[in-house]
């Protein structure tokens, strides 16, 4: 591998001091309470899970490669998709990109030093791997088999899998979820450097300002959700199980009013990280800013409301039914506001084909698609149709990995010289990103096809005439791992071949990019003061950084 | 903050005493309540009564809501709005499935 593909004026070298060699050894990193390097704690641990999650996806996607249900058995099956959704869901997606890149970088945005409360930033991490180590315990032991809905009267009644020991895993975690969120939250409010108004944050900070909000209200559900879960399993406590006088459905209720909103936990942050590459790989202001930032509060609360969509076959009531119906379709309005707004601001931008700008891209398309499946299966007549059916399957893929995972990805391309000081190459990064595109497309669209033919989810044999589009999902699988593969691999080359980035190689406005890289221990010599708008790109104007692709190369 | 702390300081502890007694007090009441058929949905109101009773005590004086900022108060405020959510869209499904009517 080599970066020649760029256009590359060499920077000296990496600054004296910073983050990454104040300290060396394994105490400095476990017992740091510094935001950087808790997100590097972070990122190394998702990263783990992440490669889990998607080995237990291989097997599903093998399996499913023949009509017969012939590799695992039935019970197996359930268990391979349960621990890939509860795998990817609480311990890959929803601390993706709060806990790496929002712990990262939310402080240097804002020109902070710190965290409002360094100390309970590191036991979010602790609590993270506490809750890991439970998962990873019912994982080994044999896994559970319930789904990660974990619907009852199954899961607290019935289940002869480690349901219990994973519930103590994802209540630990959900704490996690709570630091993080409170600690923005404060942050935002207390530590905004002197001039930083509320409309002069980065569109990130805001969408992680909504993000923490469902955070702090919503994971306390989850929960206490889980709490009764539990003790109805193990105490015969009647809470959900109908036999001992408890209400199945409200289960539901409580699961999803966490649930649901968690979706938004995955891709609020995402759509933050899409505004910071939009604006600038395409040199412009960000178009209609105040209505984006205010986008991510509606989002937010909206989201809250509309959890009874996943509830339309369960028995809820009809006239419950069309309040949640409308309430979903009202969602689309904020998520809509945000992506013409990010289409208005391309046009007429300088446009940089760059590898953060390829996901942004990916991002815009992949989630309008979902997004659209979102509001098709609002409608109560289309979600009783294909409730359960790989349609439902691939919308919520195209949301969470079509948007979160790009926007993930796309922002530790844009963020990865301010991280490591060095730059990862060109024409692997845009490959890379390139076959994860077409990859995905392959995997989830074939699945809505699938689900709208009656496809179930959840089984593991199937009639013979859906095996080509099973195929074609798996031949997609096969080439996506490929992409995750690369960016890995070339990640990890970086960190000791990778050119020198020098503290400002996208040529970027805001606070972060005005610090070196990597950032010094304390982010700043000197506290920044702001007296500058937002995305404050001079348009059309040309520009010169030594990491812009030529014409010829992009 | 600073009238958080002025809060803190106006109470001894022995006032603290004195909520954890009114707390014990009105658990028993509870148990108490419970025994008593006051006919639907008055046992169901008059034990939600005095779970609210107790959760402002706590809220009030255990978590020093009472004298914080505006801002504390507003947090407390809503979570509690967040909770009025969740129990009203519960509900508007409990309330109007076929068969409620009857119980009702």
């Known amino acids: 591998m080599s970066t020649q593909d760029f256009a590359f004026t060499p920077y000296p070298d990496l600054p004296k001091s910073h983050y990454l060699n104040v300290a060396y050894g394994l105490k400095s990193w476990l017992f740091t309470t510094d935001h950087k390097r808790i997100g590097i704690l972070y990122l190394l641990s998702i990263t783990f899970f992440f490669a889990l999650g998607g080995l237990y996806a291989t097997a599903i996607r093998l399996e499913l490669l023949t009509p017969a249900g012939d590799m695992v058995q039935p019970d197996t099956y359930n268990r391979l998709f349960t621990m890939h959704g509860i795998l990817m869901i609480f311990f890959f997606l929803v601390p993706s990109i709060p806990a790496v890149l929002g712990n990262f970088l939310l402080p240097l945005m804002i020109g902070a030093k710190d965290v409002a409360f360094p100390r309970l930033n590191l036991a979010s991490w602790y609590m993270y791997i506490i809750g890991a180590t439970f998962t990873l315990y019912a994982l080994f032991m044999g896994g559970v088999d319930t789904g990660w809905t974990f619907y009852t009267p199954f899961s607290s009644t019935y289940s002869n899998s480690y349901v219990a020991a994973v519930a103590v895993g994802i209540f630990i975690n959900g704490f996690s979820s709570i630091f993080t969120g409170i600690n923005f939250m404060v942050t935002i409010h207390r530590m905004r450097a002197p001039g930083l108004t509320w409309f002069r944050l980065p569109l990130f900070v805001w969408s992680h300002y909504a993000t923490s909000l469902i955070m702090v209200l919503g994971t306390p559900v989850l929960a206490i959700t889980i709490v009764l879960l539990a003790m109805e399993r193990v105490f015969k406590l009647g809470f959900f199980d109908p036999a001992l006088g408890g209400d199945p459905v409200l289960f539901q209720h409580l699961f999803w009013f966490y649930s649901h909103p ?252 005005q610090t070196t890289s990597p950032p010094s221990l304390h982010n700043f010599d000197e506290i920044p003061v702001v007296d500058f708008e937002p995305y404050d790109y001079v348009e059309h104007e040309p520009v010169d950084r030594p990491y812009r692709y030529s014409r010829s190369e992009a | 903050m600073s009238e958080q702390h002025a809060s803190e300081h106006e109470h001894g502890l022995k006032f603290y005493w004195l909520v954890l007694f009114a707390l014990l007090v009105l658990t028993w009441v509870t148990y108490g309540a419970a025994l008593i058929d006051f006919g639907h949905p008055w046992s169901d109101l008059v034990a939600l009564a005095i779970a609210v009773t107790k959760a402002t005590l706590v809220v009030s004086f255990f978590m020093h809501v009472k004298g914080a900022t505006s801002m504390i108060k507003m947090s407390a405020v809503g979570g509690f709005f967040w909770l009025i959510i969740l129990f009203a869209f519960v509900l508007a499904d409990v309330l109007t499935r076929p068969g409620m009517r009857e119980f009702f």
């Open chain 1, 262 to 513: 968690a979706v938004y936990i995955m891709i609020l942050p995402s759509m933050g990280v899409i505004s910071e590459i939009i604006a600038a790989f395409s040199r412009k202001r960000i178009f209609g800013y105040k209505f984006v930032a205010l986008a991510s509060m509606g989002i937010a609360v909206i989201g809250f409301i509309v959890w009874g969509h996943h509830l339309f076959v369960s028995s809820q009531s009809l006239y419950a039914g069309l309040i949640f119906s409308i309430l979903t379709m009202l969602v689309a309005v904020p998520s809509a506001v945000k992506v013409f707004n990010w289409t208005a601001t391309l046009y007429k931008g300088s446009i940089e084909y760059s590898t953060p700008m390829f996901y942004a891209l990916g991002f815009l398309g992949l989630f309008a698609i979902g997004g659209l499946t979102g509001v098709m299966l609002a409608t109560i007549g289309i979600d009783v149709h294909v409730h359960d059916t790989y349609f439902v399957v691939a919308h919520f893929h195209y949301i969470m990995v079509g948007g979160a995972l790009m926007g993930y990805l796309g922002g530790l391309h844009y963020w990865w010289p301010k991280i490591t000081g060095r730059m990862y190459p060109g024409f692997w990064s845009h490959l890379s990103a390139l076959i994860i595109f077409l990859g995905f497309n392959l995997t989830f669209f074939p699945q809505f096809v699938l689900g709208y033919l009656g496809m179930p989810r959840r089984y593991h044999s199937y009639p013979e005439e859906f095996q080509v589009l099973h195929i074609l999902s798996t031949a997609g699988a096969s080439i996506l791992a490929v992409g995750y593969i690369i960016p890995l691999v070339y990640f990890i080359w970086s960190l000791k071949y990778g050119e020198v980035a020098g503290d400002n190689p996208w040529d970027a406005v805001g606070l972060e990019w």
